[in-house]
């Protein structure tokens, strides 16, 4: 089992830069996809970025639409991924969640993700 709590959500204006924080538990992220997805009110969930760190391999692929913008990193030390947003527009506004699956398989597809966080709210104002 892994659990996953995301913070670092909140109000921000337009150009402004957020991190977010996805806290793991129950096992070391090391060895999974840490994915990050994002969802605005009427719409879907979306894939924004998966990561994954397995011996001296890493690896991560971006939504086009945060390509340049946006960056996942971990802290092994604090079993930790960060999601770094800088130029922050206000269609970036939704609920972002992480999620964790094992590696192998889809990365992008939030039905192929085992574990899911609560949830933070990122808003981007104008």
């Known amino acids: 089992q892994v659990h996953l709590v995301e913070s670092g959500g909140g109000l921000v204006q337009a150009g402004d830069s957020l991190r977010l924080s996805c806290a793991a538990s129950?096992?070391?992220?090391?060895?999974?996809?840490m994915g990050w997805f994002r969802q605005a009110p009427g719409k879907e969930r979306e894939f924004v970025g998966a990561?994954?760190?397995?011996?001296?391999?890493?690896?991560?692929n971006y939504a086009s639409f945060v390509k340049g913008r946006f960056t996942i990193s971990g802290d092994n030390a604090k079993n930790t991924v960060y999601l770094q947003m800088n130029s922050l527009k206000p269609e970036d506004t939704a609920i972002y969640y992480c999620?964790?699956?094992?590696?192998?398989?889809?990365?992008?597809?939030?039905?192929?993700?085992?574990?899911w966080g609560q949830g933070t709210q990122v808003t981007v104002s104008s």
């Open positions: 990561a994954s760190w397995s011996g001296s391999s890493t690896f991560a």
């Open positions: 129950g096992r070391t992220f090391s060895g999974y996809y």
């Open positions: 999620a964790a699956r094992s590696l192998g398989g889809s990365y992008a597809s939030t039905g192929s993700y085992d574990y």
